[in-house]
């Protein structure tokens, strides 16, 4: 594929500087571009030493130097769409393999693609859809039009996944929640028999478990447009809302909701239970052990107010010298009671 840089700068809606008609074939990293690629530059400062870009994309700071340049406003937009038009992606066509396993009473819409191995049961699988190789499908799942799943996915019995929806390699939808009770003769299990709903324009991270909930008619919910990571755990019955981030590592346990545009760091931990309000912030690693207001930053383990987490940040690493300081006075009170005590014998 070859494009002009005016044909590029459409596309971004950005403002050609220098040449217009500068054609590229490819993106590539500033560092190692060549005098056919076109290159994004994040920063102000100037193309990297050794850039041979045809064509760089700037900031509205940035700088090109002799090179032809698109000036946009958020470079980082411009990249996505410069990678999906220059290198997209390529989906498999349309039909089964030879080796999927297909109930015959599956609905599979038109330009389906089943990958080799793949195994769907009794599932409604709309328009264009791809399912990967090795996946399973389960009874009575839903998927919606433009939904990829990569290879190795399983959707259990039940679930429901809306249009455009990506689940990369090895994802779990609807795996048993962990529900159990102590009982007089060992730990008896909770059966699991509600599902899962991912809504619209979501992405499913490789090797992420999203537990369906435990009641008949009950379901554990990702709305719509929210993004999750690799290696993410949702417990049962959990509520996350629309255009939530949620990073990789991290634990959501069971009946937990995540409010609207949320963002949950890497590795942190929410409590069963608790609400995480729309438009909060979890700081990576941090441990919440009750609700978080609409709109705050928390942070630690236990996690608190970032500031308030700072501060206590700031105490602890003065603790040893503060720790020297208070034996210090006790020895020089210590001495001063034992000189007082002898003046009185």
């Not at 297909?102 to 709309?126: E, K, N, Q, T």
């Not at 490789?206 to 435990?214: G, S, V």
């Not at 049962?236 to 959501?252: E, Q, R, S, T, Y």
Request: glycine letters at 18%.
């Amino acid at each position: 594929m070859w494009l002009t840089i005016g044909d590029i700068a459409d596309s971004i809606a950005g403002t050609v500087e220098g040449a217009d008609e500068t054609v590229v074939t490819a993106l590539s990293d500033p560092s190692t571009a060549g005098p056919g690629d076109i290159a994004v530059l994040f920063g102000d400062g100037p193309p990297p030493d050794g850039c041979a870009a045809g064509v760089l994309v700037v900031g509205p700071q940035g700088q090109a130097g002799a090179t032809p340049c698109i000036r946009v406003e958020n470079p980082r937009l411009a990249l996505a769409t410069l990678l999906t038009r220059l290198h997209p992606e390529q989906a498999p066509p349309p039909g089964a393999h030879e080796t999927a396993v297909i109930d015959p009473a599956a609905r599979l819409g038109p330009g389906v693609s089943v990958g080799p191995r793949a195994v769907v049961g009794r599932a409604d699988i709309g328009d264009g859809a791809v399912i990967g190789a090795g996946c399973f499908i389960g009874e009575g799942v839903r998927i919606g039009a433009g939904t990829r799943l990569f290879p190795g996915v399983t959707v259990l019995a039940g679930c429901v996944i809306g249009a455009r929806v990506r689940v990369h390699p090895g994802a779990v939808i609807g795996a048993d929640g962990f529900g159990y009770e102590a009982g007089p003769t060992g730990i008896v299990k909770i059966p699991q028999v509600g599902n899962v709903v991912i809504e619209d324009d979501v992405e499913i991270g490789a090797l992420t478990a999203i537990d369906r909930a435990t009641l008949p008619g009950a379901s554990t919910i990702v709305g719509r447009g929210s993004k999750i990571d690799n290696l993410v755990q949702i417990g049962h019955n959990c509520k996350i809302g629309c255009h939530v981030f949620i990073c990789g590592l991290a634990g959501i346990a069971g009946s937990a909701q995540i409010g609207d545009g949320a963002i949950i760091g890497g590795h942190a931990g929410i409590k069963d239970h608790s609400t995480i309000g729309p438009g909060a912030r979890i700081g990576g690693q941090a441990g919440t052990y009750g609700d978080v207001p609409a709109g705050a930053d928390y942070a630690g383990l236990p996690a608190r107010p970032v500031r308030q987490h700072l501060r206590v940040e700031a105490s602890l690493n003065r603790l040893p010298e503060l720790l020297k300081r208070v034996s210090a006075l006790e020895r020089a009170l210590g001495a001063q009671d034992g000189e007082a005590a002898a003046e009185d014998g």
